[in-house]
């Protein structure tokens, strides 16, 4: 036999080898997982202590931020190549990069969270140009700007004080139930604050340039009393 004939069939059986072991360890790894669990295909990502969130980059996928006490932050794998953070004093800086959508279509999205968030104290959340989903943080103090083309949601909220600064065309809504003793309120350029679902006692308003308030008659009459 000659020996390049040897020397090809030695090199088949090589490559059959290989696509075998592979394939047995990928079909190993995959029964490893548990489909039934809702974090299948998320990866969690360690950080320093921190109270502040500085999120920045793409609408995308939305970034859910949650509030629980056992704190984590988890990653989807597919984007994981697109999330870089670091702690520097007592603030994590995240940078969510990727596409961008509409405004329109990002109130709208079926996407899923391409970062979720556990944390459970918070005294300030920055954001820039992201889809944010804030929900369930109760009985503290919370200072929330936003800026560029950001869209954010606040979901079943119950705070002391909220400190909401709005710039560019930033925009926010308030969804299902949420309460707030003192709401202090800076927008200016084009941002867009819908205040239907929120119920505050005192309301103090800081309003310029060409904003715009969605607002039900009776946070207008409330709005109007204060």
Same mark, same amino acid.
């Given at each position: &036999?000659?020996?390049? *004939?040897?020397?090809?069939?030695?090199?088949? /059986?090589?490559?059959?080898?290989?696509?075998?072991?592979?394939?047995?360890?990928?079909? +190993?790894?995959?029964? $490893?997982?548990?489909?039934? @669990?809702?974090?299948?295909?998320?990866? %969690?990502?360690?950080? @320093?202590?921190?109270?502040?969130?500085?999120?920045?980059?793409?609408?995308?996928?939305? #970034?859910?931020? #949650?509030?629980?006490? +056992?704190?984590?932050?988890?990653?989807?794998?597919?984007? /994981?190549?697109?999330?870089?953070?670091?702690? $520097?004093?007592?603030?994590?800086?995240?940078?969510?990069?990727?596409?961008?959508?509409? &405004?329109?279509?990002?109130? !709208?999205?079926?996407?899923?969270?391409?970062?979720?968030?556990?944390?459970?104290?918070?005294? %300030?959340?920055?954001?820039?140009?992201?889809?944010?989903?804030?929900?369930?943080?109760?009985?503290?103090? !919370?200072?929330?700007? /936003?800026?560029?083309? %950001?869209?954010?949601?606040?979901?079943?909220?119950?705070?002391?004080?909220?400190?909401? *600064? &709005?710039?560019?065309?930033?925009?926010?809504?308030?969804? +299902?139930?949420?309460?707030?003793?003192?709401?202090?309120?800076?927008?200016?350029?084009?941002?867009?604050? +819908?205040?239907? $679902? #929120?119920?505050?006692?005192?309301?103090?308003?800081?309003?310029? @340039?060409?904003?715009?308030?969605? /607002?039900?008659?009776?946070?207008?009459?409330?709005?109007?009393?204060?």
């Amino acid at each position: &036999m000659k020996t390049s *004939t040897i020397f090809i069939i030695v090199l088949s /059986l090589v490559i059959i080898t290989v696509m075998y072991i592979t394939n047995v360890s990928l079909k +190993n790894e995959y029964h $490893k997982i548990d489909l039934s @669990d809702t974090f299948k295909n998320y990866v %969690s990502v360690k950080s @320093d202590s921190y109270s502040v969130l500085d999120i920045s980059g793409s609408n995308g996928y939305p #970034i859910e931020i #949650i509030q629980n006490k +056992n704190n984590d932050i988890k990653v989807l794998r597919t984007r /994981l190549e697109h999330f870089k953070s670091n702690v $520097k004093n007592d603030t994590l800086f995240i940078r969510f990069t990727g596409s961008n959508i509409s &405004m329109s279509q990002s109130f !709208l999205t079926t996407t899923p969270s391409g970062i979720i968030i556990y944390k459970n104290n918070l005294s %300030s959340i920055h954001i820039t140009n992201t889809h944010n989903r804030i929900s369930g943080y109760q009985h503290q103090d !919370l200072n929330l700007s /936003l800026k560029g083309y %950001s869209h954010t949601e606040l979901i079943n909220t119950d705070l002391n004080t909220l400190a909401l *600064t &709005m710039e560019n065309q930033s925009q926010i809504e308030f969804l +299902n139930e949420n309460k707030v003793d003192s709401l202090s309120l800076k927008m200016t350029n084009e941002s867009v604050a +819908n205040l239907e $679902k #929120i119920d505050f006692n005192k309301i103090h308003p800081v309003l310029s @340039d060409s904003i715009t308030l969605v /607002l039900s008659k009776d946070v207008f009459q409330r709005i109007l009393k204060n």
